[in-house]
């Protein structure tokens, strides 16, 4: 994260280098202006909470007075050559590329003020206005040859009004458009709309990013990474909801283009509120196939708790794909490579004693790449569904190798069984607390439809609490008593495991359904956080 946001910082740093040495004497007329770094583009400006016209000036003021970074607004041509700020190519039943402004201008917004034109736009946001930038749509032209045009006039509006520097980004559907502003000046930012070409082809088409619709985003999420790697800005519409946001602000957009520019930023302080709490670890699965070999390995074969299945490291059962990584339980017959081998002198006698098993599935984990002492773990899943399974996002030390289980620990995350659907475990296991001996601490919260539906399930560890969270709420609070590590081995670091078990100790309790299969947990993402 650290890599990334000095690249941010730099490619800032030289659009106002360049943005500053065009405009010398507009240095010296405006006062200081400065982008605000909060990524938050009001979409046609600041008009849903306050009831103003979309495009209107009223609109631009409002995103300027909340601070964000920039605001959006819509350009097009009339027939006499007039720039306007107006998003449909119809404005009161009149074509605005079939009629001259006058005629335009006889009907007023929605608010009383007249249809602004692209000159007092650009005035109205270099007045009063210290972070906001303009964020320039150019709207296509339907007439033939006439899109170059458009896009010379709009510069040389921009230039003659001695507003460069307030211009965040020129964006636009057409390709045309923006080839032609960058033929121009080199200098402008340009981002393309339409979210039809991966970012490689806008690398070297020379167009400066990307503002792509989230959903499609979401569809080809490894156009992110392939964006940030060529240097290209990220910007992204329409986020409206708490999730789209969430999704964009965790993938480190360099902007989010929304209607709703107050509740991103209410999701920002929320953020930050987080106790200065940082993210020093994610996989939001922003690739395809196997999982990423520099965050996870496996577990093979049987392992424990005399689960029925056979854990292995095929894309069948662990693989990333549409943004998600996918763990999933197969009914099939797999060979036991441990099948009467001399050398396993396991406590667990069956890992041997069996030939097959009749279900396959996977277990990744962190163990030997990463691990952490303390911190918020947050993982956002939806759970397979029926009887006999059991899936688990949990945590266990290096130290077992030592000292053995469970004075090792484990924090078990997330637990849940299919015979029991709507109930998800949070769970602590030492020396003195385990469920050998019953004594675990282990608490259960209901939650609505987890198989469907993604949960964050988190984990808040300290030196003093352990705390289990689905959805923002604690079910279940640990303290530490500062006795001995007995009782809290937990001042050490753990890695992450996350697998769907089917049958065993306690998800076989009830038998296995085996019609239900396949099952998949499905993960849209895992993040740790901790303090500096
Ligand atoms: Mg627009």
Redesign the pocket.
């Known amino acids: 994260m650290a890599v990334l946001s000095i690249k941010k910082n730099n490619r800032h740093l030289l659009i106002f280098i360049a943005l500053g040495l065009l405009s010398c004497k507009t240095v010296l007329q405006k006062s200081d202006f400065a982008f605000a770094k909060n990524t938050i583009i009001a979409?046609?400006g600041a008009w849903k909470a306050k009831g103003v016209p979309q495009n209107s000036i009223a609109s631009l003021q409002e995103a300027i007075r909340l601070g964000c970074t920039g605001s959006?607004?819509?350009v097009r041509m009339t027939a006499d050559s007039v720039l306007v700020i107006a998003?449909d190519a119809t404005y009161n039943n009149l074509e605005v590329e079939e009629n001259t402004y006058a005629t335009l201008a006889k009907h007023k917004l929605a608010n009383g003020e007249a249809l602004p034109t692209l000159k007092h736009y650009l005035q109205a946001g270099s007045t009063n206005n210290k972070h906001t930038g303009l964020v320039c749509?150019i709207?296509p032209s339907k007439i033939p040859g006439r899109n170059t045009f458009i896009a010379q006039k709009v510069l040389k509006m921009v230039k003659d009004e001695k507003v460069e520097r307030y211009i965040l980004a020129y964006?636009s559907f057409s390709y045309e458009i923006l080839k032609e502003l960058k033929a121009l000046d080199k200098s402008v930012v340009t981002q393309y709309?339409d979210g039809s070409k991966p970012p490689a082809l806008l690398k070297q088409d020379g167009i400066s990013g990307l503002d792509y619709l989230v959903y499609k985003l979401k569809k080809s999420p490894e156009w992110i990474n392939d964006a940030k790697e060529l240097g290209l800005t990220l910007n992204a519409?329409v986020a409206n909801s708490t999730e789209d946001i969430d999704w964009l602000l965790a993938n480190d957009f360099d902007f989010i283009t929304t209607d709703e520019p107050e509740l991103v930023f209410e999701i920002l302080k929320k953020n930050s509120d987080k106790q200065g709490y940082k993210l020093v670890w994610s996989d939001e699965f922003n690739y395809k196939g196997k999982p990423d070999d520099t965050k996870w390995g496996y577990d093979y074969g049987f392992i424990a708790n005399e689960e029925k299945q056979y854990f292995t490291d095929s894309l069948k059962n662990a693989r990333v794909e549409n943004g998600y990584l996918i763990i999933e339980a197969h009914k099939e017959k797999v060979m036991n490579k441990d099948f009467k081998n001399p050398e396993i002198k396991s406590w667990a006698k069956y890992k041997t004693q069996i030939d097959s098993a009749n279900y396959s599935s996977a277990r990744i984990k962190t163990e030997g790449i990463a691990d952490w002492k303390y911190g918020r773990i947050e993982v956002s899943a939806k759970l397979p569904k029926g009887r006999g399974m059991w899936p688990a996002i949990w945590m266990l030390s290096e130290n077992r190798k030592t000292v053995g289980w469970p004075e090792s620990g484990e924090i078990d995350i997330m637990e849940q069984v299919g015979y029991d659907n709507d109930f998800i475990h949070g769970t602590i296991h030492s020396k003195a607390f385990n469920h050998i001996k019953g004594t675990q601490k282990g608490k259960k919260i209901f939650v609505k439809d987890p198989n469907d539906t993604f949960h964050v399930y988190a984990l808040e560890w300290t030196p003093e609490k352990i705390d289990f969270i689905v959805d923002d709420v604690v079910y279940n609070h640990i303290v530490n008593n500062h006795t001995n590590t007995d009782k809290w081995p937990f001042d050490q670091k753990f890695h992450l495991i996350l697998n769907v078990s089917v049958g065993g100790m306690w998800g076989g309790q009830k038998g296995i359904d085996d019609s239900i299969f396949p099952q998949q947990m499905v993960v849209d993402y895992v993040r740790v956080f901790q303090k500096k």
């Open positions: 979409h046609r959006e607004f819509d998003h749509e709207k964006i709309l519409w």
